[in-house]
């Protein structure tokens, strides 16, 4: 079951911070997810290897199971449950600890402290990749300019603007959600990769340079702007997206 297919998607949190639990709750529910609470690793398991959910989201420091052994259960399962994505919440940053995660099969990994906006962000970008069929971005228009996602051409009024394949890559992940707020992890997740994970300056000077091929006034950016504490958003209406066939996502 998943977004783009038999309604909300389902979504079970196991979080033992009373006050980081209400707060994923509250605003997952907001977004339209159908969600569910535990503040046990425990608990976690056993619900997720007996309910039917789209996503995990896990908490690693757990009063009794930690994170790492409840994902290590449910992708050691033999029901639906052994497929079901899952985001490790933590605030252990070190790399060891989110490579241990991602070893173990979790599907992303956000540490904290957190933006409430990156992990919405982070979430509709796992459902998707999980949902297999979601349509796919395959041009924008920005006033005069044209381009094209797949070809990696862009043109303004016919002439035209070279651009790195990077940057039709950052592009496309703007793409996929127009108007939202996209955090830079969302960023390099899916325009780097795991393989080839720069850090968040890196996104910074991308997005100077697009501005500066993109906007008329890249000091006053009209298309790509920055949300301060949260990321940046291509400030677009979908219409402006042009999707493969199937048409664009709800």
């Given at each position: ?6 309604g ?22 907001a ?37 790492f052994?409840?994902?290590r ?28 995660g991602?070893?173990l ?11 409430l906006?990156e ?7 796992v459902l ?12 924008l228009?920005l006033?005069?300019?044209s ?15 070279e ?25 390099l997740?899916?325009a ?47 219409d ?11």
């Amino acid at each position: 079951m998943t977004e783009a297919g038999r309604g909300a998607a389902r979504i079970l949190v196991v979080e033992d911070d009373p006050s980081i639990r209400m707060g994923l709750e509250d605003t997952l529910t907001a977004k339209g997810y159908q969600v569910e609470v535990v503040a046990r690793g425990g608990e976690g398991v056993d619900r997720a290897l007996t309910g039917r959910y789209d996503l995990v989201v896990l908490d690693v420091m757990l009063p009794d199971l930690d994170g790492f052994e409840v994902c290590r259960r449910i992708r050691g399962s033999r029901g639906a449950a052994r497929g079901v994505p899952v985001i490790m919440l933590s605030a252990r940053g070190a790399e060891l600890d989110r490579v241990r995660g991602l070893e173990l099969g979790a599907d992303d990994y956000v540490t904290k402290p957190f933006s409430l906006m990156e992990l919405l962000a982070r979430v509709a970008s796992v459902l998707r990749r999980a949902g297999g069929d979601a349509p796919e971005p395959i041009g924008l228009v920005l006033g005069d300019i044209s381009i094209d996602l797949v070809g990696q051409v862009a043109r303004r009024g016919g002439a035209r603007i070279e651009l790195p394949s990077r940057a039709f890559a950052i592009l496309k992940v703007f793409a996929r959600r127009p108007g939202e707020v996209v955090g830079r992890d969302v960023l390099l997740d899916e325009a780097w990769g795991y393989d080839d994970y720069p850090n968040t300056r890196t996104v910074d000077n991308h997005l100077v340079k697009l501005r500066r091929a993109l906007e008329d006034e890249p000091d006053k950016p009209r298309w790509l702007v920055t949300v301060h504490g949260a990321g940046y958003k291509l400030d677009i209406p979908r219409d402006a997206v042009q999707w493969a066939p199937g048409g664009a996502p709800r």
